[in-house]
């Protein structure tokens, strides 16, 4: 399987971050990568775990894993929702888990993918679609 780093991509997440003001975050912990899986999903968020950040010796991270021949053929506003959902599934404490889906999870999307649907003509969501392309 091809894997490559995304930088653009990052670029994105660190824009959605700061526009969402999703603090929690630490965006400069997020990675985006491109693959070729054969993964019927868009995106997937991968975190390290505990264990793995106490034998690397570091902190927690995340790798938001976007699937080229899914994810390439959505226009600009299905990307932006793909990869805030991923985000969303970053659990507040920022300690590498991942959260799962359930009510809470859906309500919190709803409420940034509605910020989000008031900023679709922004300059700021343009450049988003730009680097996601």
């Not at 997020?30 to 993964?39: A, D, E, P």
């Not at 106490?54 to 995340?62: H, N």
């Not at 080229?68 to 959902?85: A, M, P, T, W, Y």
Request: hydrophobic letters at 40%; one cysteine or more; proline letters at 2%.
């Amino acid at each position: 399987m091809r894997v490559i780093r995304d930088l653009r991509g990052e670029e994105a997440v660190r824009l959605i971050v700061k526009l969402l003001k999703l603090n929690y975050i630490h965006a400069d912990r997020v990675r985006v990568v491109r693959s070729n899986s054969k993964s019927m999903a868009y995106a997937r968020l991968w975190g390290l775990s505990k264990v793995l950040q106490v034998g690397l010796g570091i902190g927690p991270y995340y790798v938001i894993e976007l699937i080229d021949r899914n994810f390439n053929k959505l226009d600009c506003s299905e990307k932006v929702r793909i990869v805030v959902h991923e985000l969303m599934h970053i659990p507040k404490t920022f300690s590498g888990h991942v959260r799962p889906h359930n009510e809470v999870f859906e309500k919190e999307l709803r409420k940034c993918l509605k910020t989000l649907r008031k900023l679709r003509n922004s300059n700021e969501i343009k450049r988003i679609c730009e680097l996601l392309s």
